[in-house]
């Protein structure tokens, strides 16, 4: 109870400070202290295999964790930071990692499983422009690319916290555009990746929500074709 009271008066006190009035803005109980049970884990992991500079660096959940992005793209320097489960605060809490690293390119995916918690559209937004300060403070010289938004497809019955909400990935996608006035990269994932019903393209998914190695491959040629690897 104290928890989702917490994540109210949060949610209360984000709208006040950003001007919102909360009857417009999202008010669903969420909790930004979420973590997946591996989290601490794969820190560790992440740690014994330290980004260096001229690093590609993959950061996400679990779309990106299971992407085997050295062998895709036939990038030896490529470091996988995904984390199945992860949502945006939990990327923040890990970007120092990556940072302290200074890699040459870091690759953003993330917001999904936020979405499927019912975080605000607006928080979301928000930690992704700290996620952008943070980078150009820390790693000047590190080029940022952020994805938008992969569809779902709530065909398949499997997540359902992550159905109904297409609204709240549309609108994210087109804040990520907006992106580039930042100077930052924004690839557009969903373009590629969505059907004639604005759904995930079931031939491409195994669940609504993941991928299949056909995904990857298209995934691998977005990048390949954009000149983003270079």
């Known amino acids: 109870m104290n928890k989702i009271k917490n994540s109210l008066l949060l949610t209360l006190a984000f709208c006040a400070a950003m001007g919102l009035s909360p009857l417009t803005a999202q008010t669903?109980?969420?909790?930004?202290?979420?973590?997946?049970?591996?989290?601490?884990?794969?820190?560790?992991e992440y740690q014994a295999n330290p980004i260096v500079k001229g690093d590609y660096v993959f950061m996400g959940n679990s779309i990106?964790?299971?992407g085997n992005w050295s062998q895709l793209l036939n990038l030896p320097q490529a470091k996988n930071r995904g984390i199945s489960g992860d949502i945006t605060f939990g990327l923040l809490e890990r970007l120092d990692?990556?940072?302290?690293g200074k890699p040459a390119k870091l690759f953003v995916l993330i917001g999904i499983n936020d979405i499927s918690r019912n975080i605000p559209d607006s928080v979301i937004l928000a930690?992704?422009?700290k996620l952008i300060s943070r980078v150009r403070k820390g790693s000047s010289k590190t080029q940022l690319y952020f994805y938008t938004l992969l569809p779902v497809n709530a065909s398949f019955e499997r997540f359902k916290n992550h159905y109904g909400k297409d609204?709240?990935?549309l609108w994210l996608n087109e804040e990520i555009k907006k992106l580039a006035a930042?100077?930052?990269?924004v690839i557009d994932l969903y373009s590629h990746f969505t059907d004639q019903d604005k759904r995930l393209k079931a031939e491409l998914t195994k669940d609504g929500l993941h991928l299949i190695p056909e995904g990857y491959k298209v995934w691998a040629e977005v990048l390949k074709n954009g000149k983003y690897l270079r």
């Not at 669903?28 to 560790?44: E, G, H, I, V, Y």
């Open 64 to 66: 990106t964790a299971a």
């Open 167 to 169: 609204e709240h990935i």
């Open 127 to 129: 930690n992704y422009k």
């Open 182 to 185: 930042r100077k930052v990269k």
């Open 97 to 100: 990692e990556v940072i302290a």
């Open 28 to 44: 669903l109980p969420w909790d930004s202290t979420m973590r997946p049970q591996n989290f601490k884990a794969k820190l560790l």
